[in-house]
């Protein structure tokens, strides 16, 4: 949706609501309106904040028609999610949530008479912050599309009888509180002379993060490609446009028409990242879009999903791989810089590593925060994702060619 949308619809919605308030629209005139239902939508979303926020999430309970088995089934698992996805992580790091808001995208309001149906795909906006932080550091996370069933069930009183979204845990929530997960480093991963790995004793300051991104990129400069069926005059990794391309694109909905578009869509994003001329710039050479991946040189003949696409195979393609894209595993995401890659195996999933993001930005005291796709979200802090395991590979300053 472009900006001058938006700005209607939030006109839009805020005189609706007012006149909703004001007894514009009076209870019992018309079973459903689109006034009522639009005040209905808000204020239901305000208690999401609130549960956000860290308040009680019983609340939400009140927005839904509990004699319908769908409705019931559908608040309990809310409840939790809401706790287990944005409190509890948050809470666990020191962070307070603050200021927390929704942005309706794609409203679509159909009504029946004494219903209506509502499909919406919802950014939810917040800060948060630690003590002693001048100000907060925003978030955006789109929520995919909602699709949601009101129904009157009193004069001038809607409640919410079905609802259905994909959610971050796909259904699967995690079997109890936030704990921190552990941090993965391969063994066997090739280390190369281009690596440039951070201390492992300390956490780095946002001062000495954009030391090193300076000094990475110098160490990257002026590298050479071998000439071997086509000639590259740069190595280079654009660690700082990798970042900014993955900001961009990091909107709800956001997608390069250049690429390939896949359902579960983070691989995909991020290796765009890497590879954009806008981003890091990695040639499309050796590895390219659409081969298999690759281990020292060799391609196994066992295995042929795209290196770019899969997790498990972009993971492999950065750490063991013999061209392109190259990084190692450390030992604390803290100290990565932006450009950066950070895999998980999630909280909820079973497969062994099922998540990619990019460092895009950073904190007040330097966290790095992440931007990624399947969930489109802005700004995360690494250490609030309910994660059993992370790789955090401090990418190469340069790409490997034969």
């Known amino acids: 949706m472009k900006r001058g949308r938006i700005v209607l619809l ?15 629209v009076a209870a019992g005139t018309e079973p459903v309106s689109t006034a009522t239902v639009q005040s209905s939508l808000n204020a ?59 942005d309706l995208k794609d409203l679509h309001i159909d009504i029946d008479r004494r219903s209506a149906q509502v499909t919406v795909a919802p950014v939810v906006r917040y800060d948060y912050r630690r003590p002693g932080w001048t100000t907060g550091q925003t978030v955006e996370e789109g929520e995919g599309v909602h699709t949601l069933v009101l129904r009157l069930t009193d004069p001038g009183t809607l409640k919410i009888t079905q609802h259905n979204y994909d959610d971050f845990f796909h259904g699967n929530l995690p079997d109890g509180p936030f704990q921190r997960g552990q941090v993965v480093i391969e063994p066997n991963q090739k280390v ?47 660690f700082v446009s990798a970042a900014s391309y993955a900001w961009a694109w990091a909107c709800e909905g956001c997608r390069n028409d ?38 020292n040189g060799r391609k196994p003949s066992y295995y042929t999903s795209d290196a770019w696409r899969l997790v498990i195979n972009f993971r492999r393609l950065l750490l063991f791989g013999g061209g392109g894209p190259h990084g190692t595993a450390v030992g604390n995401p803290d100290n990565l810089v932006r450009g950066d890659i950070i895999i998980f195996q999630l909280e909820g999933a079973s497969a062994p590593w099922n998540h990619t993001t990019l460092v895009c930005s950073y904190s007040q005291d330097g966290t790095p925060q992440l931007c990624y796709h399947s969930r489109d979200v802005r700004d995360r802090p690494w250490n609030t994702m309910p994660y059993k395991g992370v790789t955090a590979i401090s990418m190469d300053s340069a790409f490997i060619y034969p």
């Not at 939030?10 to 514009?24: D, K, N, P, Q, R």
């Not at 990475?216 to 654009?238: F, H």
């Not at 250049?258 to 050796?286: E, I, L, M, R």
């Open 192 to 238: 190369t002379n281009q690596a440039f790995l951070p201390p492992a004793d300390h956490k780095l300051s946002l001062s000495e993060k954009m030391q090193v991104e300076e000094a990475k990129t110098i160490a990257g400069a002026g590298t050479t490609a071998n000439t071997v069926n086509v000639a590259l005059t740069s190595m280079r990794y654009d």
């Open 44 to 102: 239901y979303l305000e208690a999401r904040c609130s549960v956000i926020q860290g308040g009680n999430p019983s609340k939400l309970a009140t927005f839904y028609d509990l004699a319908v088995a769908d409705a019931r089934n559908r608040v309990k698992y809310d409840q939790e999610y809401l706790v287990r996805y944005y409190q509890e992580p948050y809470k666990a790091n020191g962070y307070t949530i603050t200021d927390c808001h929704f």
């Open 258 to 295: 250049s690429y390939p578009g896949y359902p579960s869509d983070c691989t995909n994003f991020a290796s765009q990242a890497v590879h954009d001329s806008q981003g890091g710039k990695a040639p499309n050479y050796y590895v390219r879009w659409g081969d298999a991946w690759y281990i």
């Open 10 to 24: 939030a006109v839009l919605l805020a005189g609706a609501i007012t006149a909703a308030a004001s007894g514009a």
